[in-house]
């Protein structure tokens, strides 16, 4: 039987736990993931696991912070003048917002403080910092 190697596109079902068991993700109810294994389409750890998987075989793996999404990196918080925000925007905690970059890229903040006169963000992945577990099941080798 083979198993899964770099360069393989694969597909599988998968659940994402926090350290609490609190499941982040899961694709227990809809299509498995599919992704090729090499491309970096998913986190480093999640993929590595799945290299030496034979298809219906399953296995739990913790996968560590610097193989998820990297640490919470403070330097990715950021105090904003509210008046530099859309006049109609009414900005609440856990919001996410998106931002355009000067080079046109899009990316996602989280509102994680709002007072008067400023309103402070987070770009960090909402998992960044965090040890996550995933169940993984392979369903094929396509």
Sequence with gaps: MAQAKPGDTVKVHYTGKLEDGTVFD??????PLQ????EGQIIPGFEQAVVGMNP???KTIKVLTNDAYGPHREDMVLVV??????V???????QQLQSRQPDGQIIV?????VSEST???????????KDLTFDIQLVEIV
Excluded: K, M
């Design 119 to 129: 309103v402070t963000v987070d770009a960090n992945h909402p998992l960044a910092g």
């Design 109 to 113: 903040v989280t509102v994680i403080a």
């Design 56 to 58: 219906g075989e399953s």
């Design 81 to 86: 003048d509210r008046n530099q925000l859309p």
């Design 35 to 38: 992704f090729t294994i090499g």
């Design 88 to 94: 109609d925007l009414i900005p609440e905690v856990g």
């Design 26 to 31: 899961t694709s227990a109810d809809r299509d």
